[in-house]
């Protein structure tokens, strides 16, 4: 039985539900299986699961989000690399032009 089902089942549940020698705690009560838990106890463990699940969620994100920043540094880095290189030889193909324009003249 999940929290969930056990939460839906609960919505009569009081501590020490289905005791039958009036006991007024746990600590009183002589019958089997009655459960005293707190329903506020199972409403925070369900709100718990529900708060793990949610982290678990954000974290695969994160590491989606990391994978993708790297992968565009990567792209990134390539890119300046080729723009360098380009510039580079602009500015060879510039100087070649000011050589040849002083050999014509």
Known sequence: MTLMQLFNDMKDYYPGKGCR???HGENE????NVDWTDPEVYELREQLEA???????LWVK???DEREINDLRD???QLREKLTNYLEAFVRFNKDIEVFRLEVS
Not at 29 to 32: I, N
């Open 75 to 77: 792209i990134n880095k």
């Open 51 to 57: 708060l793990k699940l949610e982290k678990d969620a």
């Open 29 to 32: 009560c002589a019958c089997p």
């Open 62 to 64: 994160t590491q989606e």
């Open 21 to 23: 020698c009036y006991a």
